[in-house]
């Protein structure tokens, strides 16, 4: 039996995830069957006939809050659609600045989950009751700020997405896709092999696999050494791995060398 991935958004905009479901990669993956989408407007399940979904916060400052009720309320219709589709226990995401740094490796976890709803905050965020009685987790996507958690939402969505069997056409993407390994990705090349007098790698079109593979292990690591050590900090490498980052520094610096002495 197939797998699908249900996914749930509760979002004032519920407009804006025409980006996921009707284009690339993730539109093409809902076409096939691969995952649904449903959204749900906390205005629908506003208690006024203004279809308020905010107020001020309680203790004064700037901005709005987004209401309780009408948000629990959309939380619980997503439920229960989930549970129609054969979800026994949809987890809830909210979209915040406050929660977990979304990684490859959160991804990897959420990928296993049958069904998702995502909360899509607004305006200075939501009743906090609200996250302590429907929401199972929060997650964000970087350390700034959004107008909105629709953006982050749609963000989730893409990574789960192409995680799922049959939504990329090369299984093999998957693999070697930056943080897979926690490695940041190697330089890709393609036609011309020369432009610009800048030559692709000779390594890249010997055809030598095995040569190929070491080549773009080593620049993996050459660039999350440079970029992003704190990936190999938390990572370790094997002696294979330690070889290769010596080899690329040292090629470095020759390099750094040669361009002086011109």
């Known amino acids: 039996m197939k797998r699908v991935l249900h996914v749930d958004v509760v ?3 519920p407009e804006m995830f025409e980006a996921v479901t009707a284009f690339g990669v993730t539109g093409r993956a809902r076409e096939r069957g691969l995952w649904d989408l449903s959204a749900w407007n906390p205005r629908d399940f506003a208690s006024d006939v203004h279809r308020t979904v905010d107020d001020r916060p309680f203790g004064g400052g700037p901005g709005m809050v987004m209401l309780a009720l009408p948000l629990e309320r959309a939380i619980q219709a997503a439920r229960e659609r989930q549970q129609e589709c054969g979800v026994p ?11 977990i740094l979304l990684t490859h490796r959160t991804v990897m976890r959420l990928a296993e989950q049958p069904g998702l709803i995502l909360v899509a905050g607004r305006y200075e965020g939501v009743d906090e009751r609200v996250i302590k009685r429907a929401v199972d987790e929060e ?9 909105g958690g629709e953006l982050p939402a749609m963000v989730v969505i893409d990574c ?3 995680q799922l069997p049959g939504a990329l056409g090369d299984a093999d993407s998957l693999q070697e896709d930056s943080f897979v390994d926690e490695l940041l990705d190697c330089p890709h090349y393609t036609r011309p092999a020369l432009y610009e007098q800048e030559l692709v790698p000779p390594v890249l079109m010997s055809g030598h696999h095995a040569e190929i593979r ?3 292990l080593k620049q993996a690591l050459g660039r999350t050494h440079l970029r992003r050590a704190d990936l190999l900090a938390r990572r370790g490498m094997s002696a294979e791995e330690r070889t290769l980052l010596d080899e690329f520094l040292n ?4 390099s750094g060398a040669n361009d002086e002495h011109h």
């Open 11 to 13: 979002s004032i905009f």
């Open 89 to 99: 226990a949809s987890r809830v995401i909210y979209l915040s600045p406050q929660g």
């Open 139 to 147: 997650i964000s996507v970087g350390d700034y700020v959004l107008t």
């Open 160 to 162: 789960l997405v192409r």
């Open 214 to 216: 070491r080549w773009r």
């Open 251 to 254: 090629e470095l610096a020759e």
